[in-house]
Protein backbone atom coordinates (compact mmCIF):
# COMPACT_ATOMS: atom_id res chain seq x y z
CA UNK A 1 0.00 0.00 0.00
CA UNK A 2 2.73 2.37 0.45
CA UNK A 3 4.54 1.25 -2.23
CA UNK A 4 0.92 2.71 -4.29
CA UNK A 5 0.95 5.85 -2.44
CA UNK A 6 4.10 6.42 -3.39
CA UNK A 7 4.07 6.34 -6.50
CA UNK A 8 0.99 8.14 -7.00
CA UNK A 9 3.01 10.89 -5.27
CA UNK A 10 5.59 10.57 -7.67
CA UNK A 11 2.91 10.72 -10.14
CA UNK A 12 1.70 13.70 -9.14
CA UNK A 13 4.56 15.48 -8.64
CA UNK A 14 6.32 14.80 -11.92
CA UNK A 15 2.80 16.05 -13.32
CA UNK A 16 2.76 19.17 -11.52
CA UNK A 17 6.91 19.77 -12.67
CA UNK A 18 5.85 19.00 -16.07
CA UNK A 19 2.52 21.49 -16.01
CA UNK A 20 4.79 24.21 -14.64
CA UNK A 21 7.71 23.81 -17.07
CA UNK A 22 5.32 23.90 -20.16
CA UNK A 23 3.21 26.63 -18.76
CA UNK A 24 6.40 28.86 -18.26
CA UNK A 25 8.44 27.87 -21.25
CA UNK A 26 4.97 28.47 -23.27
CA UNK A 27 5.09 31.89 -21.59
CA UNK A 28 8.54 33.34 -22.27
CA UNK A 29 9.08 35.76 -24.77
CA UNK A 30 10.85 34.05 -27.87
CA UNK A 31 13.57 35.51 -30.16
CA UNK A 32 11.94 36.83 -33.04
CA UNK A 33 8.29 37.75 -31.27
CA UNK A 34 6.13 41.03 -30.53
CA UNK A 35 8.77 42.82 -28.43
CA UNK A 36 11.80 42.01 -30.79
CA UNK A 37 10.02 43.26 -33.81
CA UNK A 38 8.73 46.10 -31.86
CA UNK A 39 12.62 47.17 -31.07
CA UNK A 40 13.57 46.97 -34.49
CA UNK A 41 11.06 49.02 -35.91
CA UNK A 42 11.68 51.43 -33.78
CA UNK A 43 15.88 51.66 -34.29
CA UNK A 44 14.78 51.80 -37.93
CA UNK A 45 11.82 54.22 -37.81
CA UNK A 46 14.48 56.72 -36.76
CA UNK A 47 15.49 57.00 -40.03
CA UNK A 48 12.72 56.67 -42.28
CA UNK A 49 8.64 57.35 -42.11
CA UNK A 50 6.06 55.88 -44.17
CA UNK A 51 3.68 58.40 -44.75
CA UNK A 52 1.13 57.09 -46.50
CA UNK A 53 0.57 53.69 -47.46
CA UNK A 54 -1.61 51.95 -51.09
CA UNK A 55 -2.92 48.67 -50.85
CA UNK A 56 -2.95 47.14 -54.19
CA UNK A 57 -5.32 44.53 -56.01
CA UNK A 58 -5.03 41.05 -56.01
CA UNK A 59 -3.80 41.10 -60.04
CA UNK A 60 -0.60 43.32 -59.05
CA UNK A 61 0.51 40.84 -56.13
CA UNK A 62 3.76 40.05 -58.17
CA UNK A 63 4.37 43.80 -58.76
CA UNK A 64 7.89 44.25 -59.95
CA UNK A 65 8.01 48.17 -61.57
CA UNK A 66 6.67 51.08 -60.56
CA UNK A 67 6.24 54.63 -62.16
CA UNK A 68 4.94 57.92 -60.75
CA UNK A 69 2.54 59.22 -63.35
CA UNK A 70 1.10 62.11 -62.15
CA UNK A 71 -0.83 62.86 -58.24
CA UNK A 72 -2.95 59.89 -58.21
CA UNK A 73 -1.45 57.47 -60.61
CA UNK A 74 0.86 55.19 -61.13
CA UNK A 75 2.05 52.82 -64.10
CA UNK A 76 2.98 49.28 -62.67
CA UNK A 77 3.95 45.68 -63.86
CA UNK A 78 3.83 42.63 -62.30
CA UNK A 79 6.71 39.78 -63.24
CA UNK A 80 4.05 37.42 -64.82
CA UNK A 81 2.38 39.08 -67.19
CA UNK A 82 2.83 41.60 -70.19
CA UNK A 83 1.00 44.05 -69.44
CA UNK A 84 1.03 47.27 -68.21
CA UNK A 85 -1.04 48.68 -65.45
CA UNK A 86 -2.53 51.82 -64.64
CA UNK A 87 -3.57 52.73 -61.36
CA UNK A 88 -4.84 55.18 -59.25
CA UNK A 89 -4.51 55.23 -55.46
CA UNK A 90 -7.23 57.96 -55.07
CA UNK A 91 -9.94 55.30 -57.03
CA UNK A 92 -8.36 52.45 -55.98
CA UNK A 93 -9.01 50.77 -59.67
CA UNK A 94 -6.98 50.05 -62.29
CA UNK A 95 -7.87 52.12 -64.74
CA UNK A 96 -5.91 50.43 -67.87
CA UNK A 97 -4.42 47.59 -69.26
CA UNK A 98 -1.81 47.70 -71.75
CA UNK A 99 -0.80 44.35 -73.19
CA UNK A 100 2.82 44.32 -74.87
CA UNK A 101 3.50 41.02 -74.73
CA UNK A 102 2.93 37.48 -73.66
CA UNK A 103 3.58 36.14 -70.35
CA UNK A 104 7.25 36.58 -69.25
CA UNK A 105 9.11 37.34 -66.22
CA UNK A 106 8.85 41.14 -66.62
CA UNK A 107 11.10 42.81 -63.71
CA UNK A 108 11.36 46.75 -64.67
CA UNK A 109 9.62 49.61 -65.78
CA UNK A 110 10.74 52.89 -66.89
CA UNK A 111 8.45 55.76 -69.16
CA UNK A 112 9.77 58.50 -71.25
CA UNK A 113 6.66 60.47 -72.52
CA UNK A 114 4.41 58.70 -74.37
CA UNK A 115 6.86 55.53 -74.88
CA UNK A 116 7.59 52.93 -71.95
CA UNK A 117 10.16 50.76 -71.45
CA UNK A 118 9.91 47.19 -70.18
CA UNK A 119 12.83 44.92 -68.74
CA UNK A 120 12.26 41.27 -68.57
CA UNK A 121 14.85 39.43 -66.08
CA UNK A 122 16.94 37.85 -69.06
CA UNK A 123 17.90 41.33 -70.07
CA UNK A 124 15.95 42.22 -72.88
CA UNK A 125 14.33 45.40 -73.19
CA UNK A 126 10.35 45.78 -74.54
CA UNK A 127 10.04 49.78 -76.37
CA UNK A 128 6.44 50.18 -75.95
CA UNK A 129 5.79 53.31 -78.16
CA UNK A 130 2.69 55.33 -78.02
CA UNK A 131 2.13 52.82 -75.10
CA UNK A 132 -1.25 54.46 -73.70
CA UNK A 133 -2.77 54.45 -77.36
CA UNK A 134 -4.79 51.81 -79.32
CA UNK A 135 -1.86 52.39 -81.97
CA UNK A 136 1.28 51.18 -79.61
CA UNK A 137 4.05 49.46 -81.38
CA UNK A 138 6.54 47.20 -79.65
CA UNK A 139 9.73 46.24 -80.63
CA UNK A 140 13.12 44.90 -78.73
CA UNK A 141 16.32 46.19 -77.15
CA UNK A 142 19.25 43.45 -76.77
CA UNK A 143 21.35 44.18 -73.96
CA UNK A 144 24.67 42.28 -72.99
CA UNK A 145 22.72 40.48 -70.22
CA UNK A 146 21.30 36.96 -70.26
CA UNK A 147 19.12 35.02 -67.28
CA UNK A 148 21.98 34.22 -64.49
CA UNK A 149 22.30 38.04 -64.49
CA UNK A 150 19.34 38.46 -63.04
CA UNK A 151 17.94 41.81 -64.05
CA UNK A 152 14.92 43.75 -62.25
CA UNK A 153 16.22 47.05 -62.37
CA UNK A 154 15.66 49.93 -65.06
CA UNK A 155 14.90 53.65 -64.94
CA UNK A 156 14.83 56.48 -67.08
CA UNK A 157 17.77 59.05 -67.02
CA UNK A 158 15.94 61.86 -68.93
CA UNK A 159 18.42 64.67 -68.68
CA UNK A 160 21.01 62.51 -70.31
CA UNK A 161 18.61 60.89 -72.76
CA UNK A 162 19.27 57.38 -71.73
CA UNK A 163 18.00 54.26 -69.66
CA UNK A 164 20.00 53.16 -66.62
CA UNK A 165 20.34 49.22 -66.06
CA UNK A 166 22.24 47.27 -63.08
CA UNK A 167 21.99 43.46 -62.23
CA UNK A 168 20.67 41.62 -59.39
CA UNK A 169 23.18 38.84 -59.25
CA UNK A 170 26.21 38.59 -61.50
CA UNK A 171 27.64 41.66 -63.20
CA UNK A 172 30.04 41.35 -66.19
CA UNK A 173 32.52 42.36 -64.69
CA UNK A 174 34.37 41.87 -61.42
CA UNK A 175 32.54 40.24 -58.37
CA UNK A 176 32.81 42.68 -55.53
CA UNK A 177 31.33 45.21 -58.17
CA UNK A 178 28.11 45.91 -58.91
CA UNK A 179 27.97 48.20 -61.86
CA UNK A 180 25.47 50.54 -63.70
CA UNK A 181 25.17 50.84 -67.40
CA UNK A 182 23.68 53.04 -69.78
CA UNK A 183 21.43 52.57 -73.39
CA UNK A 184 21.07 56.32 -74.70
CA UNK A 185 17.65 56.16 -76.41
CA UNK A 186 19.46 57.85 -79.22
CA UNK A 187 21.09 54.08 -80.15
CA UNK A 188 19.07 51.92 -78.27
CA UNK A 189 22.51 49.80 -77.63
CA UNK A 190 23.67 49.65 -74.35
CA UNK A 191 27.32 50.41 -73.42
CA UNK A 192 29.64 48.29 -72.12
CA UNK A 193 31.74 50.67 -70.66
CA UNK A 194 30.00 51.24 -66.56
CA UNK A 195 28.77 54.91 -66.20
CA UNK A 196 29.12 53.88 -62.08
CA UNK A 197 30.84 51.38 -60.34
CA UNK A 198 29.63 50.21 -57.09
CA UNK A 199 32.55 48.71 -54.50
CA UNK A 200 30.96 45.83 -52.58
CA UNK A 201 34.10 46.02 -50.58
CA UNK A 202 33.06 49.67 -49.38
CA UNK A 203 33.29 50.51 -45.52
CA UNK A 204 29.92 51.84 -45.40
CA UNK A 205 28.55 48.64 -47.08
CA UNK A 206 30.21 46.06 -44.23
CA UNK A 207 27.54 45.51 -42.27
CA UNK A 208 25.62 43.96 -45.50
CA UNK A 209 28.65 42.29 -46.67
CA UNK A 210 27.81 38.46 -47.55
CA UNK A 211 30.35 35.80 -47.70
CA UNK A 212 29.52 35.42 -51.94
CA UNK A 213 30.37 39.30 -52.10
CA UNK A 214 28.25 40.00 -55.16
CA UNK A 215 25.73 39.08 -52.78
CA UNK A 216 26.62 41.96 -50.86
CA UNK A 217 23.95 44.39 -52.70
CA UNK A 218 21.27 42.15 -54.71
CA UNK A 219 19.16 45.52 -56.75
CA UNK A 220 15.95 44.92 -57.45
CA UNK A 221 15.20 48.53 -58.40
CA UNK A 222 16.72 52.14 -59.01
CA UNK A 223 15.19 55.62 -59.53
CA UNK A 224 16.81 59.27 -60.07
CA UNK A 225 15.77 61.63 -57.64
CA UNK A 226 14.28 64.75 -59.77
CA UNK A 227 15.98 67.41 -58.13
CA UNK A 228 19.33 65.92 -56.76
CA UNK A 229 19.86 63.88 -59.17
CA UNK A 230 21.20 61.07 -56.65
CA UNK A 231 20.64 57.65 -57.84
CA UNK A 232 18.71 55.33 -55.55
CA UNK A 233 19.11 51.80 -55.18
CA UNK A 234 16.63 49.49 -53.87
CA UNK A 235 16.88 45.82 -52.59
CA UNK A 236 14.38 43.73 -51.93
CA UNK A 237 16.47 40.55 -51.02
CA UNK A 238 17.79 41.73 -47.62
CA UNK A 239 15.75 45.19 -47.77
CA UNK A 240 17.89 48.44 -48.25
CA UNK A 241 18.38 51.27 -50.28
CA UNK A 242 21.37 53.07 -51.28
CA UNK A 243 21.64 56.77 -52.09
CA UNK A 244 24.52 57.35 -54.59
CA UNK A 245 25.65 60.92 -55.69
CA UNK A 246 25.75 61.55 -59.96
CA UNK A 247 29.47 60.35 -59.52
CA UNK A 248 28.75 57.06 -58.05
CA UNK A 249 29.57 57.86 -54.28
CA UNK A 250 27.62 55.91 -51.70
CA UNK A 251 25.87 59.02 -49.71
CA UNK A 252 23.81 56.76 -47.01
CA UNK A 253 22.19 52.93 -46.84
CA UNK A 254 18.91 52.23 -45.11
CA UNK A 255 18.36 49.30 -43.50
CA UNK A 256 14.29 48.96 -44.22
CA UNK A 257 12.38 46.79 -41.87
CA UNK A 258 11.63 43.82 -43.79
CA UNK A 259 8.28 43.66 -41.32
CA UNK A 260 7.28 46.56 -43.05
CA UNK A 261 8.95 46.20 -46.35
CA UNK A 262 8.09 42.25 -47.28
CA UNK A 263 9.46 42.21 -50.66
CA UNK A 264 10.23 45.73 -52.18
CA UNK A 265 10.60 45.49 -55.95
CA UNK A 266 9.61 48.73 -57.30
CA UNK A 267 10.61 52.41 -56.48
CA UNK A 268 9.82 55.68 -58.39
CA UNK A 269 9.82 59.61 -57.46
CA UNK A 270 7.13 62.20 -58.38
CA UNK A 271 8.13 65.33 -59.91
CA UNK A 272 8.29 67.32 -56.64
CA UNK A 273 10.69 64.54 -54.81
CA UNK A 274 7.86 62.32 -52.86
CA UNK A 275 9.42 58.55 -52.58
CA UNK A 276 7.85 56.08 -53.17
CA UNK A 277 8.54 51.79 -52.83
CA UNK A 278 6.22 49.30 -54.10
CA UNK A 279 6.40 45.52 -52.29
CA UNK A 280 5.45 42.18 -53.61
CA UNK A 281 2.22 40.59 -51.11
CA UNK A 282 3.77 38.56 -48.55
CA UNK A 283 1.58 37.90 -45.24
CA UNK A 284 0.15 41.65 -45.88
CA UNK A 285 -1.33 42.71 -49.35
CA UNK A 286 0.64 44.24 -52.11
CA UNK A 287 1.40 47.92 -51.39
CA UNK A 288 3.04 51.37 -52.44
CA UNK A 289 4.13 53.19 -49.58
CA UNK A 290 5.47 56.81 -49.87
CA UNK A 291 8.60 56.72 -47.96
CA UNK A 292 9.99 60.08 -45.84
CA UNK A 293 13.92 59.46 -45.14
CA UNK A 294 15.02 60.99 -42.35
Excluded at 186 to 205: Q, R, Y
Aim: charged residues 25%.
Amino acid sequence: MKNIKSALIISVIVIAISFFAFYTFTNQTPLGSKKDIVKVEQRLSSKYTIKKTFNLPKILNEISGLVWLNYNTFACIQDESGTIFIYNTEEHTITNRIKFAGKGDYEGLAINNLDAYVLRSDGLIYEVKNYSSENLETTKIKTSFKGYNNMESLTLDKENNQLLITPKDYDLGKKHIKSIYKIPLTTKLMDANPVINIDLKADILKDFRRKKIHETLCPSDIAIHPKTKDIYVLEGRNPKLLILNNAGKIKDVFELDKHKFAQPEGITFSDDGRLFISNEANKERANILEVELK
